[in-house]
C-alpha cells in the first residue's frame, strides 16, 4: 500500500520559486514503470496536471506550465520534488502528488499553497 505525503510552505510571494515535496512509502519510485505526477486544483476550478517524472528518471511537463516547472527526484529518501518559478497569484491551489498518469491510484491529501505579498 503506497502512502504518498506532500510538504512546503503555504505562502510564497509573487516572482519567487514554490518548491514541494512529496515522500512516498510502501514501496520504491524507481520500481515497475510508474509516473509520479504533481496535480493541482485552484479555487473554483479543476484538477491540472502540472507534470510527472517517470520510475526511469525521465520527466514531462504540461505546456501550460511554459517551463516553468521542474521535477526532480531524490531516490535515497524516496521523494520527488516540484519547483515552480516565477510564481504569480494565479498559482495559488491545492497541490496534489500522486502515483499515474491521466489515472491515478495512489495520491496525497494536498498541500495549500497561497501566492501572496
Known amino acids: 500500500q503506497f502512502q504518498l505525503q506532500e510538504s512546503g510552505p503555504g505562502l510564497v510571494k509573487p516572482s519567487q520559486t514554490l518548491s514541494l515535496t512529496c515522500t512516498v512509502s510502501?514501496?520504491?519510485?524507481?520500481?515497475?514503470?510508474?509516473?509520479w505526477s504533481w496535480i493541482r486544483q485552484p479555487p473554483g476550478k479543476g484538477l491540472e496536471w502540472m507534470g510527472d517524472i517517470g520510475s526511469s528518471g525521465s520527466t514531462y511537463y504540461s505546456p501550460s506550465l511554459k517551463n516553468r516547472a521542474s521535477i526532480s527526484r531524490d531516490t535515497s529518501k524516496n521523494q520527488f520534488t516540484l519547483q515552480l518559478s516565477s510564481v504569480t497569484p494565479s498559482d495559488t491551489a491545492v497541490y496534489y502528488c500522486a502515483r499515474g498518469r491521466v489515472l491515478y491510484d495512489y495520491g496525497g491529501q494536498g498541500t495549500q499553497v497561497t501566492v501572496s505579498s
Open positions: 510502501g514501496g520504491s519510485i524507481t520500481m515497475n514503470s510508474h509516473y
